[in-house]
């Protein structure tokens, strides 16, 4: 099965900043990647798939690259309602499997 | 407006049964590869098992932790996916969320339900 490692578990950052969060698979999974957003009691929203395209209706500050095992996620002006939990998950082929999550707050 | 509505959640002691149910609609679903994922203390969100289409003989696939205790079904007139659990165990407990399958192309999510396994 693959593994996927997302770091920083955790980042605190000032409105404005810019946010970078990476994952690393432990196998070559293609662009088979998506980033997702998880607010408290939500169910995961789906920002980035195909590891840099941006679902329809999300804000272009929010972007995503990379291939094969290295990936990086990018919030390039950290917005006050940007504060979630985020996970990395590939889909190259079952099992997916999720990154352990980046908690994100506004320092 | 697509809706996927799971059910069935609840309270249950280690080695018993439950049977979680997702109504879908605003999409079509007989046309979609269904999953479900669950969110759990221990392991966060993790892809519980998934199930093809009619087309793709109905084929299902689960997470290790799970096989052989878990089945997934589909009920294709009705647009319902059902998701049964047995042999309970503690490390089950957790929020479980019906969703559409990446292999699909499409990303819909139930609001979940909360499954706790506890004596």
């Known amino acids: 099965d693959i593994r996927m490692t997302q770091s920083p578990s955790s980042l605190s950052a000032s409105v404005g900043d810019r946010v970078t969060i990476t994952c690393q698979a432990s196998?070559?999974?293609?662009?088979?990647l998506n980033w997702y957003q998880q607010k408290p009691r939500k169910a995961p929203k789906l920002l980035i798939y195909?590891?840099?395209n941006l679902e329809p209706g999300v804000p272009s500050r929010f972007s995503g690259s990379g291939s094969g095992t290295e990936f990086t996620f990018t919030i390039s002006s950290l917005q006050p309602e940007d504060i979630a939990t985020y996970y990395c998950?590939?889909?190259?082929?079952?099992?997916?499997?999720f990154g352990q999550g980046t908690t994100l707050e506004i320092k | 407006e697509v809706l996927l509505v799971e059910s069935g959640g609840g309270l249950v002691k280690p080695g018993g049964s439950l049977r979680l149910s997702c109504a879908a609609s605003?999409?079509?679903?007989?046309?979609?590869?269904m999953s479900w994922v669950r969110q759990t203390p221990g392991k966060g969100l993790e892809w519980v098992g998934r199930i093809k289409t009619k087309t793709d003989g109905w084929k299902t696939d689960y997470t290790a932790p799970v096989k052989g205790r878990f089945t997934i079904s589909r009920d294709d007139s009705k647009n319902i996916l059902g998701l049964q659990m047995n042999s309970l165990e503690d490390e089950d407990t957790g929020v479980y969320y019906c969703?559409?399958?990446?292999?699909?192309?499409?990303?819909?999510w139930g609001q979940g339900t909360l499954v706790t396994v506890s004596s």
């Open positions: 196998e070559d999974i293609n662009d088979s």
């Open positions: 605003g999409f079509t679903f007989n046309n979609a590869w």
């Open positions: 998950q590939h889909y190259d082929y079952f099992p997916y499997s």
């Open positions: 969703t559409t399958d990446p292999a699909s192309g499409l990303d819909y």
């Open positions: 195909a590891a840099s």
